[in-house]
């Protein structure tokens, strides 16, 4: 790791747009991440071609997990740029083989996953519920339904506030194009998933529907644990950053989804001002701080539009898994009153993925933030943690 | 790319992880959760372990893994 | 608001969990005062081990007697206690370890513990996973493994006392006829003066691996190395739990403060462990962390009076756990007055009087 200017990790639009600004200055840029190839969720095997070109100037290291805070002891600038996972919240139904969350079945599906003649349902939240379906659309899926939970006036009012976004207005307006003849439901959520041994049947609020692929996301929650362990300050679950995306960490910046939920353009503009900044050409990241700042208003306008609706706390039964790894039960945690109690008595939390699943979920449902991270920053070989 | 799957044979294409080409071939169930329950991937981006294999003797991740010629894959 | 209690126990892991039912059992009027969670302490960051110690007579005593009413306990624990009855496999590396396997042995067999000698060939049968190459060891099969959090609240739930989730900042302040120090490694803030210190400790547990490691097993040169009064030390201590995990320690530091995680410690305490177990390496982590054992100067706990109405139950280092059934049984003997089933003058507080 010595040798390199800077060091980012996570190779999605953010992280990239990180590195490629801080390699056309002609520092030189190692990208970590821990998936195969670089791109991220959004752009998995799909990196536009004005980044691409300049991704071959940094040295992409790819199935790299990042675990505990050693790469500090390099004393080289550091971008954080570990985005975002989907939040699930739990109903009767959901572990079921074929339910997915939506960011998930698009990132099976750009990994390979071939949907012809499959019959979808997507329901959830957010503008990513579009690009899935019309992804799945291209790919010979047919899409029997989206259902949105927000309510038809909130989704009314983003859409007026969009001509403010022109780039945003005509990926709509080609995302609508696509998606002519899909049933669209506002105010609609999926309340139970049926099936034998994979999900054939899903109820929605009103009506219900059969299905081969059931695809439900919340939104997003920032994957926050190596910066936990890095030691940066976080603030109502983003890590905490100045005008040019330094942490209070020494050293250590950040952008994109881990300061905040709100679309490429905004990781974008975030990764370009962070990768500019730690390698010292502020002047340059301060030319891009009005772009930000427009994409920090649509942002806001995002969350705003597509609040969780409180009946989504509600729908699970006692008996409906709450922790997927440990197979806790609601049932199980409702005596309790902090994620750390509920962990301590029923292992909720406790088994492979840490509680990166249900510890957001728990959030929604309980109001229990947990905050403890421990190395490593996911499941790593004993041997691994050997090193020193 | 041929690829080996609880003893069957698979041709899959180049640049798919293994928990696609395990869907393409039909599996819906990838693991069996503690209390036995069918589980296959959820998050797709290896957060979540529902979609843990075996791959040439190792446990993996199958969304994060890249298919590649030969691979032995087992559900148990 | 009813009259202050006989006893209130500040302090809700499990050595006051214990007190607080063996108090209530024996008629007392008890109330428990837990700032955080129950078990959160101690109870939650160590190992969960039941063990009988030969350190010194009392020792030996306090964990035998504490090991017969765990053994009494076991049926009535719910299954998240996760009890696993694996015994303790304590591993010879060579001669001199394995002359302290026959001393042990003795030890034990003169007080009727039950102990089985295991030669070079039958270690490595019951714990393939072993480097091969071992002298022997010594099998306590009575020795068991719990989830500590569960059962702390387990026996509050069985005392049916009141819990005040409140911070005690002095015990003058805690309405009660006794009021009972039973706060681990923090117990000297509020009684100034007793010889109770934080000893951090890491550990490091996997994913599921059922087999890998059959007992709990410590390595003989445990007592050369970790045990050593001062100093920072590890020592190969692996345990089987029941969902299958393999829990890895283990680690003794003084005078650390903070809670982080010590990658030169944790290195060498995994690479202590991969020296018995290599195919320990091949294992999945899946989180790492630190705790705080209230250390005694001669490691013995603090059980009874101290000054006026303030009494301890404190001080139990890394047996907590394994002593704080009995420690609860002789807290209400000597409250109440009864014969305590085992001398209690070895960990009377008023041996460490100036």
């Known amino acids: ?388 | 790319m041929t690829i080996y799957l609880d003893g069957r044979t698979l041709t899959v294409e180049r640049g798919a992880t293994v928990a696609a080409a395990m869907l393409n071939a039909g599996v819906s169930v990838f693991r069996e959760s503690v209390s036995g329950e069918p589980r296959a991937p959820l998050c797709g981006m290896g957060v979540c372990y529902e979609c843990m294999v075996t791959i040439d003797g190792e446990r993996e991740l199958s969304c994060q893994t890249l298919c590649q010629e030969g691979m032995r894959i087992s559900t148990r | 608001m009813s009259a202050a209690p006989d006893v209130a126990i500040v302090g809700g892991g499990i050595v006051g969990a214990a007190c607080a039912l063996e108090c209530s059992r024996a008629g007392l009027s008890v109330e428990v005062y837990e700032q955080s969670i129950v078990g959160g302490g101690a109870t939650a960051s160590g190992m969960g081990h039941v063990v009988v110690m030969d350190d010194s007579e009392a020792q030996f005593a306090l964990t035998h007697y504490s090991s017969s009413l765990w053994r009494e306990l076991a049926a009535d624990l719910p299954a998240a206690a996760e009890y696993l009855p694996c015994g303790t496999l304590w591993v010879a590396a060579d001669d001199e370890e394995m002359a302290e396997v026959h001393r042990k042995q003795a030890f034990y067999q003169a007080r009727g513990v039950n102990v089985e000698v295991l030669d070079a060939r039958q270690v490595a049968k019951a714990e393939p996973h072993l480097r091969p190459g071992f002298a022997g060891g010594l099998l306590v099969p009575g020795d068991c493994v719990v989830y500590p959090p569960v059962v702390a609240q387990w026996l509050l739930d069985q005392a049916g006392v009141t819990i005040h989730h409140q911070q005690v900042r002095a015990l003058a302040d805690v309405p009660a006829g006794i009021v009972v120090n039973a706060m681990g490694a923090k117990s000297a803030r509020l009684s100034p003066g007793i010889p109770v210190a934080p000893r951090k400790g890491h550990l490091v547990i996997t994913d599921r691996h059922p087999g890998f490691v059959r007992h709990q097993l410590i390595e003989l040169g445990y007592l050369k190395s970790a045990h050593s009064a001062s100093g920072d030390s590890v020592a190969f201590n692996v345990q089987p739990r029941k969902t299958g995990q393999v829990l890895i320690g283990s680690s003794r530091q003084y005078g650390a403060e903070h809670k982080e995680i010590d990658r030169e410690i944790l290195t060498r305490m995994l690479r202590r462990a991969a020296e018995y177990m290599p195919g320990i390496g091949a294992l999945t982590a899946i989180r790492t962390w630190t705790g705080f054992r209230a250390s005694t100067p001669d490691k013995l706990p603090l059980i009874g009076p101290w000054h006026g109405r303030e009494w301890l139950a404190t001080g139990h280092e890394g047996l907590g756990i394994s002593t704080s059934l009995g420690t609860g049984r002789l807290l209400a003997d000597l409250i109440t007055g009864r014969t305590p089933p085992i001398p209690a003058e070895p960990y009377l507080p008023a041996r460490c009087r100036p």
Not at chain 1, 119 to 145: D, F, I, Q, Y
Not at chain 1, 256 to 281: D, H, K, P
Request: include cysteine.
């Open chain 1, 1 to 388: 790791m010595t040798g390199f200017d800077l060091i980012v990790v996570g190779a999605g639009p953010a992280g990239i747009a990180a590195a490629c600004r801080a390699a056309e200055t002609g520092a030189k840029v190692l990208v970590l991440d821990n998936n195969p190839s670089a791109g991220g969720q959004i752009w998995r095997n799909d990196v536009p071609p004005k980044w691409a070109a300049w991704l071959s100037h940094v040295e992409f290291r790819g199935g790299c997990a990042v675990i505990d805070d050693s790469l500090l002891a390099h004393g080289v600038p550091i971008v954080l740029a570990t985005g975002a996972r989907e939040l699930y919240l739990p109903f009767p139904g959901w572990t079921l083989p074929g339910v997915t969350g939506a960011g998930g079945l698009q990132a099976l599906v750009k990994s390979g996953f071939d949907v012809r003649g499959k019959r979808a349902v997507l329901a959830g939240t957010g503008p990513l519920l579009l690009a899935v379906a019309s992804l799945l659309r291209k790919r010979g899926a047919s899409v029997t339904c989206i259902a949105e939970q927000a309510p038809r006036p909130a989704l009314l009012r983003f859409a007026a506030a969009m001509w403010q976004y022109p780039s945003k207005l005509a990926q709509g307006i080609e995302l609508g194009a696509s998606l002519l003849g899909v049933p669209f439901f506002p105010g609609t959520w999926v309340q139970e998933a049926f099936g034998r041994k994979r999900v054939e049947r899903v109820r929605l609020n009103g009506f219900e529907q059969d299905c081969d692929l059931l695809a439900v996301g919340y939104g997003l929650v920032p994957n926050t644990e190596l910066a936990q362990l890095l030691g940066c300050t976080l603030q109502d679950g983003f890590v905490t950053v100045d005008s040019m995306q330094k942490t209070w960490r020494e050293g250590v910046w950040a952008a994109g989804e881990l300061t905040g939920i709100g679309g490429v353009e905004r990781s974008l503009v975030e990764g370009e001002i962070a990768g500019l900044a730690a390698i010292g050409e502020l002047s340059e990241a301060r030319k891009l701080f009005s772009r930000r700042a427009a994409w920090h208003r649509f942002a806001a306008r995002l969350g705003t539009a597509f609040e969780l609706r409180p009946e989504l706390r509600a729908l699970s039964r006692p008996d409906t898994i709450v922790c997927r790894c440990e197979d806790i039960r609601y049932e199980d945690l409702t005596r309790w009153a902090s994620a750390r109690e509920a962990k301590l008595q029923t292992r909720c939390g406790m088994g492979l993925c840490q509680g990166r699943i249900c510890g957001a979920a728990n959030q929604v449902l309980f109001g229990w933030q947990d905050t403890s991270v421990r190395p490593p920053a996911s499941a790593a070989r004993v041997s691994d943690l050997m090193e020193s």
